[in-house]
């Protein structure tokens, strides 16, 4: 079964509007990270947001939030106020406690945003 | 500037030549480790490590070495590169290996084994 699921394959949003982006995950721990990273088309893998699953507040990093559900399990992406620098590949991903996991981070297949001016 | 750095950041080789690519962190982390990325099956892991001198295998470690001799450094080798290494590689690293320390890349080296 997939660990992390993101649903919307591409989307496209105004400029100047806010987004959002899906990310379930599965998990027995109880303990574990959650994170988006932003990929633009240079190839560079960028750090975004990090929640844990013990967080009771959403995170907030600038125009990026993470709307986190852990009932539902379901950790979405809010951009606000899409800026054309903001057209990417965005990932979401787990990391899980213990060394049997190799301490890895845990991708989703991703989700491409196409900013529209 | 806080940074992981990999070299090189293209490479073109042929097959069974021996090549590294390198890694190194300026910023004291514990934890390293190698993805590689390709369409359709996304980012595996192939090496991680814990701290000096410890390393482990990760999802896809076959045809590849690493070592950590420092912790700043740790470069990933090909002994034998074969066509179904050419990839897009990352090394990250994190502060420790901890599930709430987050990941940080490099800028990736994109491979071609012809």
């Known amino acids: 079964a997939q660990k992390i699921t993101q649903t919307q394959p591409g989307m496209f949003v105004q400029e100047k509007e806010a987004v959002t982006l899906d990310c379930t995950y599965d998990t027995s721990d109880q303990s574990y990270g959650l994170f988006w990273y932003k990929q633009p088309s240079s190839g560079e893998m960028i750090f975004l947001i990090y929640?844990?699953?013990?967080?009771?507040q959403n995170a907030t990093e600038g125009r990026y939030s993470l709307n986190f559900q852990k009932a539902r399990k379901s950790a979405n992406l809010v951009i606000s106020a899409s800026q054309l620098g903001d057209s990417a590949m965005y990932f979401c991903?787990?990391?899980?406690?213990?060394?049997?996991?190799?301490?890895?981070?845990?991708f989703g297949g991703g989700t491409r945003v196409l900013v529209k001016p | 500037e806080a940074q992981v750095t990999q070299n090189p950041r293209y490479l073109i080789t042929v097959t069974g030549k021996k090549l590294t690519v390198t890694c190194s962190q300026n910023m004291n982390h514990e934890y390293m480790s190698w993805y590689r990325q390709d369409p359709g099956l996304g980012l595996r892991q192939i090496y991680y490590?814990?701290?000096?001198?410890?390393?482990d295998k990760g999802d896809v470690p076959e045809g590849y070495k690493v070592s950590r001799k420092e912790k700043r450094n740790f470069p990933l080798i090909l002994e034998s590169p074969s066509p179904n290494q050419t990839s897009l590689y990352f090394c990250?690293?994190?502060?420790?290996?901890?599930?709430?320390?987050?990941?940080?890349f490099g800028n990736g080296t994109r491979l071609t084994v012809t």
């Open positions: 929640q844990g699953s013990y967080d009771e």
């Open positions: 490590s814990m701290n000096v001198e410890v390393t």
């Open positions: 990250a690293s994190s502060l420790t290996g901890r599930q709430n320390s987050p990941l940080h």
């Open positions: 991903a787990m990391r899980e406690g213990g060394k049997a996991a190799g301490n890895k981070l845990t």
